[in-house]
């Protein structure tokens, strides 16, 4: 066994145990096998980009510094890193574009299921896309709006619409540094056509086209994939829920849902509410119908429906092992190729529902806006009926509570509409600063010790902390997300959350929804009369694995706020790459990176970026 204490968190401990007992081979043990990784992929001197390759690059300067086609260090160590960047905004903006395809569907009358949850919502977008909506009837706006967004996607003579949400100073900055995105897949299309053999060969410029590659996902696809979930699903509003293992019921049918786009796991929460199917799981013995979540898609759910988060991306292999799930459905992004295989140690059905996506082991049925409503029925039925088969279930842990669905509406909503209670809490030192803890697990990193560790010493010093993705489950398990967790903050921020009745870290969603920080920050930036780099925020991402965190970590800085990376990105190739990204880019966007894998010490290089911003504003 690669280890026996995997996590710091219980039920990973005891269902990792439990799947080394049953034989499942899980991330971890395929992480030990793949040791010692590549040291020049490591450091990004590796490039497979052409066929003349594949080329690598001596780090100790005595064989190749060049590939093939003469790409030095710098050149081969940006490509790479530029390539991460354009997956990551691809797959965000995808999923945005997945939801603007069903908003056009609800506005003709062609998704049965999808409705507009939020109308106040849908016209206070429309009308920032410049969209007249007086006296229009809502499906007439929702349609102009999905047409609107649509064109974002395109070529956009200037840039993409919701960038005029950001400070005016903010887009200042950006039009000088010339990285405004201008269209959504126009930037993700122009940085693959870059790092092409023998297109654009200058570090700098092409880490400039990253940069405006990631703007093109915050400020666009990612934003878009937000609002038009909470337009087709509902503004979140703060709501009590479970989280952990635990919350899987051992008298009842358990789904899981995995995955990102809200589109399936929302109609199948519909489905699983449905008095047919409450009828049909008691007459098969089950005492009702449990849907939970995992990884993104689950953070959706909890944000909008109070839905119970069994866990994060390292646990998604090891819930199975509970043999409590009945069913797992799965639509796209951080889904292991892996779960097929160890679902078929139990009685688990594994279902893919993307035609984008599949996967071994899993049967596919496909989800489309005209039939979702119908496939999720059928769906849980099947989980119903597969009740019976369970062997032995191991549930080895109670459920942890939280409260998760801080959108910025709420939030403003609760300091009485403007940000000026916050600003006040901040000028007075009670709140120091914020950040935004966001990302993932990686096998690399004990298994929530990065996110748990940093976000203990963050609240302990006064810094309220907002968190998304897989981070907010980790956060959530620790005990961080109720209200009496102002226990464990500094007495400043005890006092401030206390009189509000919030815990001091608060969930604001998936890993799209790190949109909700960028519009928060934009809101006290302008409040303040201030660029966004100017304020007490940083940004970090302790465990991080994917190219999707890359893609927000990039948009984070280059929208003035300084990020920590846990785990270092592949750039130690290049010391120019290196250097722009921990120091040249603050003469660029204000902001920069910085990489510290312990959360101890990334901690105080936080609170010291904030010390430093309060000290410039004179606070
Ligand atoms: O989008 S935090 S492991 S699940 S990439 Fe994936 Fe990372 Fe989790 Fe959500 Ni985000
Ligand atoms: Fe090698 Fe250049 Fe081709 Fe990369 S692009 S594989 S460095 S020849």
Not at 152 to 174: C, F, H, I, Q
Not at 454 to 460: A, D, F, M, N
Request: charged share 20%; net charge neutral; with cysteine.
């Amino acid at each position: 066994d690669p280890r026996t204490d995997v996590s710091i968190t219980s039920d990973g401990n005891l269902l990792f145990d439990k799947a080394v007992k049953d034989n499942v081979e899980t991330v971890w043990h395929r992480h030990e096998a793949q040791q010692p990784q590549c040291g020049f992929c490591d450091m990004g001197l590796s490039c497979r980009i052409c066929i003349m390759g594949p080329c690598r690059v001596d780090p100790f300067g005595q064989g190749p510094q060049t590939g093939v086609c003469g790409a030095d260090a710098d050149i081969i160590v940006a490509r790479n890193l530029c390539r991460m960047i354009a997956a990551g905004a691809a797959s965000h903006s995808d999923h945005g574009r997945d939801l603007v395809e069903v908003l056009e569907a609800v506005s003709k009358g062609e998704a049965p299921g999808y409705k507009i949850r939020s109308e106040e919502k849908l016209r206070r977008v429309a009308r920032e896309y410049g969209i007249q909506t007086e006296g229009k009837d809502v499906l007439t706006v929702a349609g102009e709006l999905a047409d609107a967004m649509m064109e974002d996607y395109g070529m956009r003579r200037k840039s993409v619409t919701l960038v005029n949400r950001a400070p005016e100073k903010r887009r200042k900055v950006w039009e000088k540094a010339g990285i405004t995105p201008r269209g959504i897949d126009r930037e993700t299309s122009e940085m693959m056509h870059r790092t092409h053999m023998g297109v654009d060969n200058d570090w700098v410029s092409l880490l400039t086209q990253g940069l405006r590659n990631a703007l093109s996902d915050g400020w666009g696809g990612s934003m878009i994939a937000t609002e038009v979930s909470d337009i087709l699903f509902g503004v979140p509003a703060p709501k009590p829920t479970m989280v952990n293992a635990g919350v899987l019921k051992k008298g009842q049918v358990n789904i899981v849902v995995h995955g990102h786009n809200p589109v399936v796991s929302e109609m199948v929460s519909k489905a699983c509410i449905s008095e047919e199917m409450l009828a049909l799981a008691k007459a098969k013995g089950a005492a009702g119908i449990n849907l939970v979540g995992v990884c993104c898609t689950g953070n959706e759910l909890l944000m909008r429906r109070g839905i119970a988060m069994a866990g994060n991306h390292l646990m998604t292999e090891l819930i199975l092992s509970t043999g409590a799930v009945d069913m797992m459905i799965v639509d796209y992004q951080c889904i292991m190729p892996s779960i097929g295989k160890a679902a078929a140690c139990y009685h688990t059905k594994m279902i893919s529902t993307s035609d984008k996506a599949r996967f071994p082991g899993m049967e596919h049925h496909e989800f489309h806006p005209d039939n979702a409503e119908e496939k999720a029925k059928t769906l849980v039925k099947a989980a119903i009926e597969n009740f019976g088969n369970r062997k032995q279930v191991y549930i080895p842990v109670a459920p942890q509570e939280a409260v998760g669905g801080f959108s910025i509406e709420t939030i403003l909503g609760a300091l009485g509409g403007t940000p000026a209670p916050l600003i006040d809490a901040i000028k007075a030192g009670k709140i120091r600063g914020a950040v935004g803890v966001v990302g993932c697990n990686n096998p690399k990193i004990k298994h929530d010790y990065g996110h748990v560790t940093l976000i203990k010493k963050l609240i302990e010093n006064d810094i309220l902390v907002v968190d998304t993705g897989c981070v907010s489950v980790a956060s959530a398990k620790a005990g961080f997300k109720v209200p009496s967790a102002i226990e464990m903050a500094g007495p400043g921020l005890k006092e401030i959350c206390g009189a509000l009745g919030i815990p001091p870290v608060l969930h604001l969603g998936s890993c799209v929804d790190n949109v909700r920080i960028l519009v928060l920050v934009s809101a006290l930036a302008d409040a303040l009369g201030v660029d966004i780099s100017d304020l007490p925020v940083a940004g970090s991402a302790p465990e991080w694995y994917s190219e999707k965190a890359v893609t927000i970590g990039v948009y984070c800085v280059a929208s003035g706020i300084t990020t920590h990376l846990g785990p270092m990105p592949p750039v130690t190739g290049s010391m120019n790459v290196v250097k722009l990204l921990t120091e040249g880019l603050n003469d660029v966007v204000g902001a920069t990176f910085g990489v510290e894998p312990d959360p101890e010490k990334a901690a105080v290089f936080l609170i010291r970026v904030i010390e430093k911003k309060r000290k410039a504003l004179g606070l």
